[in-house]
């Protein structure tokens, strides 16, 4: 095709943003305080959204999360040189009052670490599904020591200098003379089962219940008695100066001054009593509230104040739409609902738990998956939730498909589990399938593809039955995410971008052009043939070519690492690890629509690197060609001379951009992708 006619860029536009801005929406606000430590200077608090730091006492806090690639953080302890703090993905420690955090070494990595302490210059980390571990190198290398403890839930560790003590859900005491060589049930007086906190004081230990109150032994642990006081629902002590403090799930701050024989309430000035936690400086008593604020003490808990109520955004694993709602699962504050594009949030009151993995909906049938209490059920696009456990052994969920008449749910240890009957009840579903930590499941209808944490992808192709491996190509066996697009399966993976297979996961090849380099991918999502990324570096990436190219559009996004992506009505929603929900027009990115889109105007080739050739209709001869971002705004415009035209776009950022044509009666719109800058 000859051109009469060639219209040229002659500058480059590199630093024009041509995509809007991201936008933080008004929530989900993070909850539950449940840790403090203080370390001679500074006081910290472990929080749904990450850590607060105080440098003067809790007159003033500051959230510092760089670099915890988890800020669901649990629980604090300290020796000489570090502050340490355990995440749903790993231990981290600081050296500089928590300006930075660096996670801890080998054998603890993507573990859900509850708990931990230190014993005489040894760290134990208590995990759910893992048991417990042990670091005498300050958290550098961590070994496993379950010897006589079968539990899958360690939910708190202690210890008084020379027994330590492991407080689990669902099986009761364990105690270690032996730093943790081996353990032995402790259960002796105990009528509970699920352990919620321990306390080591006065040569005696203190054990509170999730619903029999609290215990104390005063032979290490061999023997309980009940207390005698009714505390309720106690969920952390502290001590200082001779008293002991409890903090109360509904109750507010309980103190003894007499080892824990009475008991007085001490209310004054604390706004709210569901506390989670409760800790001290050297002249400073904190509670911390399931709301996430902070209340401080200067005489002791006589009179409370306000410490911190400034509200912070927990880590958003999941987001799905659903009755033309949002719905947004938080690790550590539960699900919220938005029905008004996050304008405002909603918690969800029938999940009675605060760690919800993954959500996904099948119609109206909305499934969230949590990691202590299995599948909850909704029949009314999330609004109301009940228990769907019938035929499962694992309680923790973090991965959904539907394929057939079937729906699959993935598991952290138990693989696959499929349901016949709108998940009314479920067969483990195991066979051939190499790994029972499935992180990802997707089906295209025919085959289900799982993906795990080490042991790659399998498929089955008989819905459930057999799974076989589908690896052959596939560089990093670690998959964090699948999706499948115009018949292709596209995996996420933790440090090799994303990998795609044309022909049902029997061969897979790199399909990261454009993502940096090592790209840990955290998920993938499509829309309208668009295929998403978000991945560990807070940024999110589009291709419009099935996976061919990427381009970044992160204008205005900040934070952390983003979890979860998805379209509900006209905004794309992203969460992020302790940023809460962001959002931007789908108009933007996707839907860019045309005017008079029936006058026959051709753009080639798009994307487009260098050189976009542009054919119209004859009556379009003395028009003019307008390039526009997505916002609208004009990089570039040129009377029409011909029908035939050519623009030179080599210099102009890369991104998504709209190409307008127009006579002054008539126009037509056309979106193009631009996918290299000049060198």
């Known amino acids: 095709m000859r051109f009469r006619l060639l219209l040229s860029l002659a500058f480059c536009i590199a630093s024009l943003s041509i995509l809007a801005q991201w936008q933080s929406v008004n929530g989900p606000n993070g909850g539950f305080v449940r840790s403090f430590i203080f370390d001679d200077s500074c006081v910290y608090a472990a929080t749904s959204g990450g850590v607060w730091v105080s440098g003067n006492e809790g007159i003033s806090w500051t959230l510092q999360n760089s670099g915890l690639s988890s800020c669901d953080v649990k629980c604090f302890t300290k020796t000489d040189s570090f502050v340490f703090v355990a995440g749903n993905e790993n231990v981290f420690r600081s050296n500089n009052h928590g300006l930075s955090w660096q996670e801890c070494g080998s054998g603890l990595e993507g573990k859900y670490v509850k708990t931990i302490i230190q014993n005489n210059g040894v760290l134990f980390a208590g995990t759910y599904l893992h048991g417990i571990y042990r670091s005498a190198d300050e958290g550098l290398n961590w070994t496993v020591i379950n010897i006589g403890l079968p539990a899958k839930y360690i939910y708190w560790l202690a210890t008084d200098g020379a027994v330590i003590y492991a407080g689990t859900y669902l099986n009761g005491m364990y105690r270690s003379t032996d730093m943790g060589d081996t353990w032995t049930t402790a259960n002796s007086g105990i009528s509970e089962t699920a352990i919620m906190a321990i306390c080591a004081f006065e040569g005696k230990v203190y054990a509170s219940t999730i619903s029999s109150g609290v215990f104390i032994s005063s032979d290490s642990g061999i023997s309980w008695q009940p207390l005698g006081t009714n505390l309720p629902s106690i969920k952390a002590f502290a001590s200082a100066n001779g008293v002991l403090y409890a903090g109360s799930f509904g109750g507010g701050v309980f103190k003894s001054s007499d080892s824990g024989l009475t008991w007085t309430v001490v209310n004054q000035g604390l706004n709210e009593t569901d506390l989670w936690a409760i800790g001290c400086s050297d002249s400073v008593l904190f509670a911390g509230a399931s709301s996430g604020h902070i209340y401080r003490s200067t005489n002791y808990g006589t009179n409370w104040v306000g410490s911190n109520t400034t509200s912070f955004k927990p880590s958003v694993s999941s987001l799905i739409s659903a009755g033309g709602s949002v719905l947004a699962a938080t690790y550590g504050s539960g699900l919220f609902k ?54 499962l052994s694992s309680m923790w969920f973090q991965a959904f498909a539907y394929c057939g008449s079937k729906i699959f749910a993935g598991s952290r240890d138990e693989g696959v589990f499929v349901s016949s009957n709108n998940a009314s009840s479920w067969i483990a579903a195991n066979t051939g399938l190499g790994c029972l930590n499935v992180r990802a499941l997707v089906s295209d209808g025919v085959n289900v593809y799982a993906g795990t944490r080490d042991s790659g992808v399998f498929r089955s192709s008989d819905p459930g039955n057999n799974w076989t491996a589908a690896n052959n190509g596939l560089s990093d066996l670690n998959i964090t995410s699948l999706e499948v697009l115009n018949n292709a399966v596209f995996a996420g993976t933790q440090s090799d971008g994303v990998s795609v297979s044309y022909d049902q996961g029997l061969n897979w090849s790199v399909s990261s052009n454009g993502l940096p380099s090592q790209t840990y991918v955290r998920c993938l999502y499509v829309f309208d043939s668009v295929l998403f990324a978000g991945t560990d570096e807070c940024k999110i990436f589009i291709s419009y070519n099935s996976g061919a190219n990427w381009l970044s559009f992160n204008d205005g996004l900040s934070g952390d690492p983003v979890l979860s992506l998805c379209v509900s009505g006209n905004y794309l929603f992203a969460g992020l690890n302790s940023g809460g929900v962001w959002k931007r027009l789908v108009s933007e990115i996707v839907n860019v629509k045309e005017t008079n889109s029936d006058v026959p105007t051709v753009i080639f080739p798009n994307p487009v690197n260098n050189y976009l050739f542009i054919k119209t209709p004859d009556f379009f001869i003395n028009g003019k060609i307008t390039v526009l971002t997505s916002i609208g705004q004009t990089v570039f415009s040129k009377n029409i001379f011909g029908s035939e ?26 979106r193009f992708v631009k996918l290299k800058d000049c060198p």
């Not at 035209?645 to 056309?670: A, F």
Request: charged fraction near 15%; hydrophobic fraction near 30%.
């Open 338 to 391: 938005s029905a008004n594009g996050g304008s405002t949030w909603v918690k969800n009151s029938s999940i009675q738990t605060v760690e919800v993995r993954s959500v996904y909906n099948v119609g109206n049938i909305v499934l969230a998956g949590t990691d202590m209490l299995g599948i909850y059920k909704s029949t009314d696009n999330g609004s109301t939730f009940t228990l769907a456990n019938t035929g």
């Open 645 to 670: 035209n050519s623009i030179d776009l080599s210099c102009l950022q890369e991104g998504v951009y709209n190409l307008k044509i127009d006579t002054g009666e008539k126009s037509t719109t056309k």
